[in-house]
């Protein structure tokens, strides 16, 4: 498993340093004080093949966008997370019909959310942009203004003692992430 995070995010390595614990499986780290970048990835896959490569929106997008590359990941990764950003539709279209991609959504005040999809219905090299939030959590998308919204966490007795956002505000009745979602 190739885990590309390195200092470009503190929440990433938290996160990759958690995973691999729970999926039972070995990271491989970029190297302290590097970002991770298209070249690193190769470099790795080529060594070894891995379960998933979590890469920034850029690499993908840049992966997207030559065919060899592609090439040359298909048979190397089983498929990407990203998080962070957005992945333009075009290039993520030509890397999805090769490999699969997840988005991981989260923040520093919520962690990570835990995302659903259908085994049935979910088709990821057409789905690959859209995130289901459980909908155990509570989790609301309002409205802002024109298309943006956002998502909104409430404070319920059945979700409080599991959402680590009321941990930090103790006295939150809501939290208000800063992203702008677009509704499907």
């Known amino acids: 498993m190739l885990i590309g995070a390195s200092d ?6 938290v996160f990759c ?11 491989v780290f970029a190297l302290s004080g590097t970002r991770p970048t298209i070249e690193s990835l190769l470099e790795a896959i080529n060594t070894i093949k891995v379960d ?3 890469v920034p929106p850029l690499v993908i997008d840049e992966i997207g966008k030559q065919p060899e590359l592609l090439e040359r990941l ?4 089983d498929y990407l997370i990203h998080t962070g ?26 962690a990570s959310f835990p995302l659903i999809h259908s085994v049935d219905s979910f088709d990821n090299t057409k789905d690959w942009q859209h995130m ?13 203004y024109k298309d943006p919204h956002k998502l909104v966490v409430e404070r319920s007795p059945k979700t409080e003692s599991i959402l680590a956002v009321f941990s930090h ?12 979602f677009k509704v499907h």
């Open 169 to 180: 505000f103790q006295d939150a009745h809501k939290f208000r992430t800063k992203d702008l």
């Open 85 to 110: 950003g957005a992945v333009t539709k075009a290039t993520g279209d030509a890397v999805a019909n090769r490999v699969p991609i997840w988005q991981l959504l989260g923040s520093s005040e919520f």
């Open 17 to 27: 340093l958690f995973a691999p614990s729970y999926y039972g499986r070995v990271p």
């Open 74 to 77: 298909s048979g190397r990764s």
């Open 8 to 13: 470009y995010s503190l929440g990433l390595t």
């Open 52 to 54: 998933w490569s979590f």
């Open 132 to 144: 289901q939030p459980n909908p155990l959590l509570g989790l609301k998308i309002q409205h802002q």
